[in-house]
């Protein structure tokens, strides 16, 4: 565990363990967990992995365009028509 001490104006300073996986200028996305524990994530690296699976279900006849009444759907389940 890295222990940082947070600075007047919210700084932190990343140690050096980590310092050679960023660069300056690199885009952060910054959140906090439920543990309390701050999560830095690359902006570039979460839309570089949004971006190959955009359009993975697209061009499927069999789903409608509109995503969410796709998952409606799916949750109001089906009623059976007849008994097999």
Known sequence: MIHVLVEEGFRLTVPKELQGKL???????????????????SEDRVRATLARTAGLWRGR??????????????RR????????
């Open 61 to 74: 006849k069999d789903l409608p365009a509109n995503g969410v009444k796709y998952v409606n759907r799916l």
């Open 23 to 41: 660069r300056v200028g690199d885009k952060m996305l910054v959140d906090v967990d439920r543990d309390g524990r701050i999560v830095l994530l």
């Open 77 to 84: 389940g089906q009623r059976l028509q007849r008994m097999s």
